[in-house]
Nanobody
Framework: QVQLVESGGGLVQAGGSLRLSCAAS????????MGWFRQAPGKEREFVAA????????IYIDSVKGRFSISRDNAKNTLYLQMNSLKSEDTAVYYC????????????????WGQGTQVTVSS
């Protein structure tokens, strides 16, 4: 089992930057592929980015590629999402999630979820 807690959300101006963190409990963090998902008001939760167990492989939704960067520090049991050039459409609750094995963008494959952190991008 793993418990996940997101932090770093807040209000930011369009064009600005924000870094989200996801702190994971336990001693098996490095065995999980990790992902970031988001849910905007009135919309379904969607995949944003994911990273493999050792950080060697990353995937992104097209709309954030080049602006967002996912990373992890297994020694600190922490996942990050660096968000640059933020747009109003990035406004959402951002969730981190964990799964055993290989990286995936399919949220149905992630059994472990944090509570989310709100990101609001003002125009």
């Amino acid at each position: 089992q793993v418990q996940l807690v997101e932090s770093g959300g807040g209000l930011v101006q369009a064009g600005g930057s924000l870094r989200l963190s996801c702190a994971a409990s336990g001693r098996t963090f490095s065995t999980y592929a990790m992902g970031w998902f988001r849910q905007a008001p009135g919309k379904e939760r969607e995949f944003v980015a994911a990273i493999s167990r050792n950080g060697g492989s990353t995937i992104y939704i097209d709309s954030v590629k080049g602006r967002f960067s996912i990373s992890r520090d297994n020694a600190k049991n922490t996942l990050y999402l660096q968000m640059n050039s933020l747009k109003s459409e990035d406004t959402a609750v951002y969730y981190c999630a964990a799964k055993n094995g290989v990286v995936s963008k399919d949220q149905k494959l992630y059994p472990y979820w944090g509570q989310g952190t709100q990101v609001t991008v003002s125009s």
